[in-house]
């Protein structure tokens, strides 16, 4: 059976994983698979192909495996200390922009930076912004800081810390997250792929929202007036999300759908 078929059984994309794991195994781009599709894999290459096809049947991500992933047309380190950027959170990226004007000195936080997808993301089309991006875990921020010096990107300065407070006396014009938002009781997190990635960075309490909670409440202090707050959520709290941001104070609040038709992000304007 071809590794394509094979992978199917744990991925949703088994196409692609296959030929990432080929092309990573020949150390060239994936187009050469295209160019050269009969040649011949030498006997170490084989054996290395393999042992990365039978650790991801066992269901290791890719993305670990191989130690990158790309983000919006990022490449990006990733290792087990930080979640592995999903496609969805470019959605978060896209509205955030809409919210930037785009030739402003703006100033953005990043809570919860993981590997940097979103601050980095932001980092390279707002130029002229400046980037706080935070994480509590230092594993994290080290992966972060590494793909922004390889990417040569400047204008974000990461602090350690929890959510907001390592914003400090920071007044900010957006700011964005993706934070844990699995419930403790939903077992997903212990199953599949997602065994593999830092539960701190998945779960957040019996319903999820813990985290989502703490930044609701803690962001006022930090937005300027009419500035933004943008929250990746979990595809059943779009409702609970929305009515916390209402609770706090927040205006011209909204939810919008995922690729796969889940709501999934939420804007809500801070405005004093
Ligand atoms: N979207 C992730 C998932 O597939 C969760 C990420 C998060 O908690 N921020 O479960």
């Not at 191989?66 to 999903?86: A, K, M, Q, Y």
Request: charged share 25%; with cysteine; hydrophobic share 45%.
């Amino acid at each position: 059976m071809d590794a394509a078929q094979q992978l199917a059984k744990v991925s949703e994309s088994p196409r692609l994983d296959a030929e990432v794991l080929l092309a990573s195994t020949l150390k060239r781009p994936r187009s050469y698979l295209h160019a050269w599709p009969e040649r011949m894999l030498e006997l170490q290459q084989a054996a290395r192909f393999t042992a990365w096809l039978e650790r991801c049947l066992a269901g290791e991500p890719v993305a670990y495996l191989l130690g990158c992933r790309e983000f919006w047309s990022l490449e990006l380190e990733v290792t087990p200390d930080t979640l592995i950027p999903r496609p969805e959170t470019e959605l978060l990226v896209e509205l955030a922009l809409e919210r930037l004007p785009a030739n402003d000195p703006v100033q953005i936080a990043d809570l919860g930076v993981g590997s940097g997808a979103i601050a980095l993301a932001l980092a390279r089309e707002r130029p002229r912004a400046r980037i706080v991006a935070t994480d509590r875990s230092p594993a994290a921020l080290a992966v972060a800081r590494r793909n922004a010096q390889r990417l040569r990107i400047a204008n974000i300065e990461f602090r350690q810390g929890d959510w907001c407070e390592a914003l400090a006396d920071d007044r900010f014009d957006l700011i964005a997250a993706n934070p844990p938002y699995v419930a403790a009781t939903d077992s997903c997190w212990r199953e599949g792929a997602l065994r593999f990635e830092p539960s701190a960075a998945l779960v957040a309490g019996v319903d999820g929202l813990d985290a989502l909670r703490v930044i609701i409440a803690q962001a006022p202090d930090c937005l300027k007036l009419g500035g933004w707050l943008v929250l990746e959520h979990g595809y059943d709290q779009g409702e609970t999300t929305a009515t916390l941001l209402r609770e706090q104070g927040f205006v011209e609040i909204s939810d919008h759908q995922d690729a796969a038709g889940f709501p999934r992000t939420v804007c809500g304007r801070w405005s004093g």
